[in-house]
C-alpha cells in the first residue's frame, strides 16, 4: 500500500468510528451554538441532525442517529416518555438535557430509557465527556490522559464492586443524585454515600480516576454498568 493510500485508508477509519449525533431544542440560537461548538471542538461526532421540533427529527432522512440530545423541555404535546422510547425503539440511545433538574425529571427520563440525564448547566466539555462514555467511545486525542500506566500492566483493571457499591453506581452514572440513590435502594442516605466514595476509591487503586460524575460515567460505560 502506497503512504497515500495508507493516509486515506486512516482517515476512513476515523470518519467510520465517529459517533453520529442528532440534537433535539426547541431554541434554535441553542442549536446553532451546540452545532459550532461540537464541529469544533468534537471532531469523533457528526452533528448530522438537529432539530427544533418533534417531527423534523423523526422524519429526518439522517434518522435514527447513534445517539440523540433531547431537552426535556419542548413546547410540543409529546411527552419525554413518548420521545425517549421512540428513539430507543429505532436504535438510538438517548441523553436528556434539561434546565429543569429536578428529581422528579431525572425518574421520567431515566425511567423511560434515556442513558443519562444531565443539566443543561453543566459545561459542553463535560456533556460531551459523557456522551463519549455512554458510546464507549476513546476521549478527544488532544485530551487524552496524559499520566502513565501503573508499572506492569497491560490491560484495564475492573475493580471487584460488592453487589450494593454496583447498583449505587449503575443508578448515580445513570442520572440520579445521591438522594435518588438512597431511595432507589432503600436504604439510609449515608449508605448510599458511603457505597458511591467507595467505588471511586476503588478505582482509584486501579488507576482509573472516578472523582468526578463525568469521569463515574466514563467508568460505568467502559465496564458494562451502562445499558
Not at 500500500?1 to 426547541?26: F, G, I, K, Y
Not at 421520567?108 to 458510546?135: C, I, N, W, Y
Request: glycine residues 4%; neutral net charge.
Amino acid at each position: 500500500m502506497t503512504a497515500p493510500d495508507s493516509a486515506m485508508h486512516d482517515a476512513n477509519e476515523h470518519t467510520q468510528t465517529r459517533v453520529r449525533l442528532a440534537v433535539l431544542d426547541d431554541h434554535e440560537l441553542l442549536l446553532d451554538s451546540l452545532a459550532s461548538w461540537i464541529g469544533t471542538n468534537a471532531p469523533d461526532f457528526d452533528l448530522v441532525l438537529s432539530a427544533s421540533t418533534w417531527l423534523q427529527l423523526v422524519h429526518s432522512s439522517n434518522f435514527p442517529t447513534d445517539l440523540v440530545f433531547i431537552d426535556f423541555q419542548l413546547k410540543e404535546p409529546v411527552s419525554i416518555e413518548a420521545r425517549v422510547r421512540t428513539c430507543r425503539a429505532a436504535g438510538a440511545k438517548v441523553i436528556v438535557l434539561s434546565s429543569l433538574d429536578t428529581p422528579e425529571a431525572s425518574e421520567r427520563a431515566l425511567a423511560a430509557g434515556a442513558v443519562a440525564f444531565l443539566s443543561k448547566t453543566l459545561p459542553m466539555r463535560e456533556v460531551m465527556d459523557a456522551a463519549r462514555a455512554v458510546m464507549g467511545v476513546a476521549p478527544d486525542p488532544d485530551q487524552r490522559d496524559w499520566r502513565p500506566r501503573p508499572t506492569g500492566a497491560t490491560a484495564r483493571v475492573r475493580p471487584k464492586l460488592s453487589a450494593g457499591e454496583a447498583q449505587a453506581f449503575t443508578l448515580y452514572a445513570s442520572g440520579l443524585s445521591t438522594p435518588e440513590v438512597a431511595e432507589r435502594m432503600n436504604v439510609q442516605y449515608e449508605t448510599a454515600k458511603t457505597y458511591l466514595r467507595r467505588v471511586r476509591e476503588k478505582y482509584s487503586k486501579v488507576d482509573r480516576p472516578a472523582s468526578k460524575k463525568t469521569e463515574l460515567i466514563r467508568r460505568a460505560a467502559e465496564d458494562g454498568f451502562l445499558r
